[in-house]
T-cell receptor, first 113, second 115 residues
Framework: DAGITQSPRHKVTETGTPVTLRCHQT?????MYWYRQDPGHGLRLIHY???????DKGEVSDGYSVSRSKTEDFLLTLESATSSQTSVYFC????????????FGQGTRLTVV | AQTVTQSQPEMSVQEAETVTLSCTYD???????LFWYKQPPSRQMILVIR??????QNATENRFSVNFQKAAKSFSLKISDSQLGDAAMYFC????????????FGTGTRLTIIP
């Protein structure tokens, strides 16, 4: 299994508070992604990174920010959590070679009350 | 912008029968990868099969095969001899090999296996 871990695995937070989710990899892969998964919407890309300090927005980036200060860590921050951000969040990593594949973390269930 | 469309929210198949899941996509790139991922109730994302756009031959992995129609931008997944363990959400995904390497998913198809 690819070395990718997300923390925390579960979190309940109050509306208006900041929340940071962490994705840690031991594969030295260049690309890292944050998705949210909601029923009927599949996996929607929030932000992604193509290198240290190189990030770009996905399709649902409003209300989220990211940082990648080193290859192995990709942080997702909800600046002021809202109930609409209640979701399951997945991190993925990839390195595009002849055997291109994205590896996923276990997911983080976030509930905003 | 690239998009992936899965028009079948739910599908069901009798055990041991064959089922086909549909996926269409759109991209301006000529070189890209297409994937099918499986997500069982455990939430783990598992790669089922991968297709490089420059390869004309359809990919196969045991009971799983694809019908890749590049001109039509279609990428369907066929599961033969369906088994109870195949029950899951299936996601189609696309990434272009050059440019922004944005990995885009469809909305998924929930597959039920009827014993």
């Amino acid at each position: 299994d690819a070395g990718i871990t997300q923390s925390p695995r579960h979190k309940v937070t109050e509306t208006g508070t900041p929340v940071t989710l962490r994705c840690h990899q031991t594969e030295n892969h260049r690309y890292m992604y944050w998705y949210r998964q909601d029923p009927g919407h599949g996996l929607r890309l929030i932000h992604y990174s193509y290198g240290v300090k190189d990030t770009d927005k996905g399709e649902v980036s409003d209300g989220y920010s990211v940082s990648r200060s080193k290859t192995e860590d990709f942080l997702l921050t909800l600046e002021s959590a809202t109930s609409s951000q209640t979701s399951v969040y997945f991190c993925a990593i990839s390195e595009y070679t002849g055997n291109t594949e994205a590896f996923f973390g276990q997911g983080t269930r976030l509930t905003v009350v | 912008a690239q998009t992936v469309t899965q028009s079948q929210p739910e599908m069901s198949v009798q055990e041991a029968e064959t089922v086909t899941l549909s996926c269409t996509y759109d991209t301006s790139e000529s070189d890209y990868y297409l994937f099918w991922y499986k997500q069982p109730p455990s939430r783990q994302m598992i790669l089922v099969i991968r297709q490089e756009a420059y390869k004309q031959q359809n990919a196969t992995e045991n009971r799983f095969s694809v019908n890749f129609q590049k001109a039509a931008k279609s990428f369907s997944l066929k599961i033969s001899d369906s088994q109870l363990g195949d029950a899951a959400m299936y996601f189609c995904a696309l990434i272009s090999n050059f440019g922004n390497e944005k990995l885009t998913f469809g909305t998924g198809t929930r597959l039920t296996i009827i014993p």
